[in-house]
């Protein structure tokens, strides 16, 4: 048996190799009954696992050839914070852009709370900056 910090890291690895594999009933499975969801732009945290669930299939439906590397990870007693690089090609609509065929490579800083063996809490702030800036219909005109 490993340290608790080992454990909680050990219990990401795991959450975002299930991510990558499209694999949502699972990543829910390791998520507590009331999760929490603090993401960029809402006013209130977001509650409940089928929250995350609606949120990660937006991703995929976007973008499912998504590849995540997790670039750095570390933990301190029940938290995990992590650098994560996500890639992907713009295949399906996203935040109301249609699809436009393009290849997306975007960062992501994530903090999670641990519960037992579950994810209780989140706190992520992807540069969605930068990801919209890659599929905005005035990128073609912008360059020069």
């Known amino acids: 048996m490993g340290t608790e910090v080992e454990k909680n890291l050990a219990l990401l690895h795991t ?15 390791v998520l507590t009954e009331d999760f929490i969801a603090n ?3 809402a006013p209130e945290p977001l509650h409940g696992r089928e929250i995350w669930r609606l949120g990660a299939q937006t991703m995929l439906e976007a973008f499912p050839d998504l590849k995540i ?19 992907g090609t713009h295949q399906g609509t996203f935040q109301g852009l249609p699809a436009t065929g ?5 960062r992501s800083i994530e ?20 990801l919209m ?12």
Do not use: N
């Not at 959450?15 to 594999?21: H, L, R």
């Not at 997790?70 to 890639?87: L, N, Q, S, T, Y």
């Not at 903090?111 to 930068?130: H, T």
């Not at 800036?133 to 020069?144: E, G, H, L, M, N």
């Open 111 to 130: 903090m999670y709370r641990i519960e037992g063996d579950k994810i209780a809490e989140e706190w992520v702030a992807p540069d969605l900056i930068s």
């Open 133 to 144: 800036q890659q599929i905005s219909p005035s990128r073609a005109r912008s360059r020069s």
């Open 69 to 87: 590397t997790v670039e750095e990870m570390f933990g301190v007693h029940d938290k995990v914070a992590v650098r994560v690089h996500f890639r």
């Open 102 to 106: 393009r290849s997306v490579s975007f």
């Open 39 to 41: 993401v960029p732009g």
């Open 15 to 29: 959450a975002y190799g299930m991510m990558a594999s499209g694999d949502l009933d699972a990543c829910v499975e």
